[in-house]
C-alpha cells in the first residue's frame, strides 16, 4: 500500500474530484448505478464518458477499466508513479490500471473511503476468488454496522477487520479502536483505510482473540469467516475459517466474555448449522452454558443446502467452473454426513451481565427497519428491569406500550368485537404479535401509571371475569410482551 507520507495528497485528490457515495451517484444517474449493482458496467461506462476528474475516478476504480495516462495524472495529480510503486495501480502502453479498489462509503454524516480488493465477477466474468481476496462492502457488512449499539464507549474490537469498515463505524463512539485479522494484506487495506480518512487505529494480526489475550472492550464488533464449509476445500479466508462446521461462532461466544468489561457487548454476524432433528435453539444454547452473558440471538434467515452451496460456490467465482458439479455434490455429501439439513443466517448480540443471564432465541424472517442497534440497546434496558422478577413481582410493575406500537384490528363491518387483533411495532425489528382482547386492553392501557395487574384487575371487572383468573392467565403475557417490545418497563 502507498506510504504515509503520500496520505494526505491521496487524501486531497479523492476530496477535490468529490469522490463521494453522493456525487458518484449523482454523476451515474439511477439506472448505471443500479446496474453497477447488479455487477454491470456498460451503462456506468456511458455515464462516465465525459472525462472530468470524477468521471475517471469512477472509470479506474469501480468500473476497472484502463484509463488514459494524461487523465490518471490529473485525477491523481504527483501520485500515479507512487501509486504504481505501491502495487496499488499498474501502468502500461500510456494507460493505467487499479489492481485494488478505493471507493467511496457513508452514512448520513461521513463521506469516508474504503479500500479493499476490487469487486469480482464484473459483467458476468466468472473466476475463482484469490484466497487471500480483501472484502469491500458487503452485504453482511453493513447488517453488522446496523446491529452495532452506538453508545460512547471507551475501547472496541473490530475481529476479522478486513477492508476496515467496521473500526470506521467503531472509531465514531469509541475512544480507542483495535482492528484484528489474519490476512496482513486485510489489515494493510486497513490501515490505509483508517489512515485516508483521517483516524487512527490499532491493527494487530493474528487469529481471533490471540491479538488481544488477556485485554478488554466494552464492544466487540466481528463479522467472521461463518461459511460452514466441507473441511480439505481450500480455504478463501475472507469467509472461511477453516474450524470445522459453525465452530468459529461456537468459539467467539465462549471467548467473548473473558473479553468484556461488565455490561460490554459482543456483536456477531453469523451462520449455524441445524442438525437432523434436533432443535437449533437448543444446540446454541449450549454454547453459553459457561458463560454469564445476556443473549438475543435473531435468526433471520433459514437456507436448505442446495442454496447454501450454490450461493458460496458462485461467491467463490465457480458457477461455471469445469469441476461445479463435483464440488457442489462433494459439499451436499459433507452436509448429509454431518446431518445438517440447513443453515440458520442472523445477529447474536452478548451483553456480559453479573446477574441470571437471560437468553432469547428468536426467529424473525419478517421486515425490520434499521438500525437495529437502538433496539438492542432497548431489549438489554429491558431485560435489566425484568430480570429475576416473579409473576407478582412482573404484575407489580408499571409499563407504557411502546411508542411506535400499532394496532391492526380485523372483522366484520360494524362488529361490536373484531375477529383478530395483531400489535405491530414501527421501528427496529418490526415484530407482529396476534393477541387478544385481555391483551390489547392491557396494552393500550399501559401509560406508566398503573401496574400491569391494576389494568387486569379492571379488565376483570370490565369483562366480568374472576381477578385472580387473570392474573394467573395472563403473567406471561405481561412477561412475553415487555421481552418483545410491545411494553416498556
Ligand atoms: C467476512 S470478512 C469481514 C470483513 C469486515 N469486518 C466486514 O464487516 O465486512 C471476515 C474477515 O475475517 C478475517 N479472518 C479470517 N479468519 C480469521 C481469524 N481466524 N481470525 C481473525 N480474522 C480472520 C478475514 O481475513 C476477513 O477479513
Redesign the pocket.
Known sequence: MIDDAHVPALRTALSNASFTVDDVYALLGDDAHSALGRNQTVPALRATRGGSDLATLIRLFALQVAVDRRRADSALPHLVEPLIAAGMLDSSAGEVRALIDIRPYGDELHDWWIVCDPTPGLNGLQAPMDP?Y?????E??SS??QLTVRDPIDRAL??????????LHLSQHSGEVVA????PR?LAMALLTASLNGLDIDVRE???F?PVGGEKFDLI??????VISPPGSERL???????PGDS?VRHLVENAEAHLNPGGWCQI?ANWAHHDGREWRSDLEEWFSDTALDAWVLQRELVDPASYVEMWLADAGLATAPDYTRRYEAWLDWFAAEHIEGVGFGWLSLRRTAEMPVHRFEEWTGEIAPPIGPSVADWARRTDATRGLDDAAILGHTFRHAPDLVEETRGPVGAEHPESIVLRLQQGVRRARQVDTVEAGLVSASEGDLTAGQILDALASLLDRPADELRRTYAASVRELAADGFLIP
Open positions: 487471500g480483501v472484502l469491500g462492502i458487503s453482511a457488512s453488522l454496522a473490530d475481529l476479522g477487520t478486513g477492508c476496515g469498515v467496521q473500526a484484528t485479522d489474519v490476512n486485510a493474528g487469529s481471533l490471540e464488533a466481528t463479522n467472521p469467516p461463518f479466508v475472507y469467509r472461511d475459517s477453516g474450524m468459529v454476524l
